[in-house]
């Protein structure tokens, strides 16, 4: 049963401290996505990565947060310094480029930073 | 969500139908997804529409008309399962660039 693993499934931590976001898709797809969701502003996409290239990182702070895809089967999200307005879920997905249907999300990581 | 509108809440009867609209930007359009996300879970592929009409997938179908920058969803002879967030998204750019709106939250009653 292929899918989109994310670890971890919850963090707590305290303002300041750095968060590392897990990610790994399904195996053989070629793009990846990172969106954080919040109630006010609903799913918002962070990060777009294409055969592990970066193609699209225009909706992350940049001072703050940055996304890498060490490998084919990795893609992490890291936070640092974390700040209480970074509370709520991310997402990773996966797909094929050439099959925009298919795009499978993982189960998210909610953090909360107090 | 980016110039994606789409009703906050709805409320509808076991069995009945409803529709939940959508409207968005229009420019450096591709398709339009839908996406049912239960609570506390991950958001799953509905419908992608690329071309102007309805489409019909089961007890869900969905429409589209570019010109009008509208979509809606209906779903047929709602079930109690049914009570869910659909989240309206547009494809736009030169890659896979997708823009949620906020989401709609259905609740369904007996």
């Known amino acids: 049963d292929a899918r989109v693993t994310q670890t971890p499934r919850h963090k707590v931590t305290e303002m300041g401290q750095e968060v590392t976001m897990r990610c790994q898709p399904i195996?053989?797809?070629?793009?990846v996505f990172w969106y954080r969701q919040t109630m006010m502003q609903g799913l918002e996409l962070l990060a777009y990565?294409?055969?592990?290239?970066?193609?699209?990182d225009s909706g992350m702070p940049k001072d703050r947060f940055s996304a890498e895809m060490p490998d084919a089967t990795l893609a992490t999200l890291k936070i640092q310094p974390s700040e209480p307005r970074d509370s709520a879920v991310y997402f990773c997905?996966?797909?094929?480029?050439?099959?925009?249907?298919?795009?499978?999300f993982g189960q998210g990581t909610r953090l909360t930073v107090v | 969500g980016q110039n994606i509108d789409q009703p906050t809440e709805m409320t509808a009867t076991e069995g009945a139908i409803v529709q939940i609209n959508c409207t968005y930007q229009?420019?450096?359009?591709?398709?339009l997804f839908w996406y049912q996300q239960h609570a506390g879970e991950a958001p799953t592929f509905l419908s992608y529409?690329?071309?102007?009409g309805l489409e019909e997938k089961g007890r869900f179908s969905s429409f589209l008309s570019r010109s009008k920058g509208y979509s809606y969803l209906l779903l047929k002879e709602l079930q109690m399962k049914d009570s869910a967030s659909y989240l309206c998204?547009?494809?736009?750019?030169?890659?896979?660039?997708?823009?949620f709106g906020t989401g709609t939250k259905l609740q369904v009653i007996p």
């Open positions: 229009t420019s450096g359009f591709n398709g």
């Open positions: 529409n690329v071309l102007d």
């Open positions: 998204a547009r494809n736009s750019g030169g890659y896979q660039k997708v823009t």
């Open positions: 195996l053989g797809h070629n793009t």
């Open positions: 990565f294409r055969n592990r290239a970066p193609l699209d």
């Open positions: 997905a996966s797909g094929l480029v050439d099959r925009v249907t298919e795009a499978f």
